[in-house]
């Protein structure tokens, strides 16, 4: 079985660490076209409900409007 026949530096060491950190990103955000929101692109907006034009979701404000309507 082959081994190393010196230590690896500091800096090889940093450098192929940083092309594999590089790669990491954090997820493509957009903004919601009914409401404005910056949200996860492919994703309905969790605060109005829409997605692509169309409501498929209870927004917040609706979800908390049929819970106070139940309550009565």
């Known amino acids: ?3 190393p026949k010196r230590r690896v530096s500091h800096a090889r060491t940093h450098n192929r660490k940083a092309h594999w950190l590089g790669a990491l990103e954090a997820p493509a955000m957009t903004t919601c076209s009914h409401c404005g929101e910056t949200i996860q ?3 309905a907006c969790p ?3 829409y997605y692509r034009g169309r409501q498929v979701l ?3 404000e ?3 409007a049929k819970k106070d309507q139940g309550a009565n």
């Open 58 to 60: 209870a927004g917040k």
């Open 41 to 43: 692109t492919y994703r």
């Open 62 to 64: 609706e979800a908390s």
């Open 47 to 49: 605060a109005c409900g």
């Open 1 to 3: 079985m082959a081994t």
